[in-house]
């Protein structure tokens, strides 16, 4: 993972499990390291390590979307905000595939950019109201 895209409460995976990062630091040779915790483990690891979590049907939920809409190409999932939605496009093509806000279509596919997104946005966590495991 790029360090640079990385903030402090993304969720990461490592080893199979996921993590929320609690600090990026830098060793004495220039080498990016982050401290991540779960409810088990707390451990500081090279950034490299670390891999991003994929955007689910599942994590939409979790981040407090709805399925409003589902066809044989897609699914829209929907905020209670009216200008953010996610569509998973269902064709090879993934032409309507991300995040849509006021209309816009934004790359996103994983958990820490919709988190830096939404961070930006509403200067909270979209994960304020859950408990991950």
């Known amino acids: 993972m790029n360090v640079a895209d990385l903030k402090i409460k993304n969720l990461v995976e490592y080893k199979n499990q996921i993590f929320t990062i609690i600090e ?3 060793n004495n040779d220039k080498d990016y390291f982050v401290k991540i ?3 088990i483990h707390s451990v500081s690891v090279p950034a490299l390590s670390i891999k991003p ?3 689910t049907e599942d994590w939409l939920e979790k981040f407090g979307f709805s399925r409003t ?3 044989a190409q897609t699914i829209r999932y929907e905020r209670p905000e009216a200008f953010i ?3 998973i496009d269902l064709s090879s093509r993934k032409l309507v ?3 849509k806000i006021y209309g816009n279509s934004i790359r996103c596919k994983y958990i820490h950019e919709f988190q ?3 961070s930006s946005l509403f200067g909270k966590e979209p994960l304020n109201l859950i ?3």
């Open 37 to 39: 915790e779960n409810d």
């Open 24 to 26: 990026i630091f830098q």
């Open 116 to 118: 830096n997104i939404f």
């Open 131 to 133: 408990k991950i495991h």
């Open 53 to 55: 979590i994929q955007i």
């Open 69 to 71: 809409y589902s066809s």
């Open 97 to 99: 595939d991300g995040l």
């Open 85 to 87: 939605k996610y569509d």
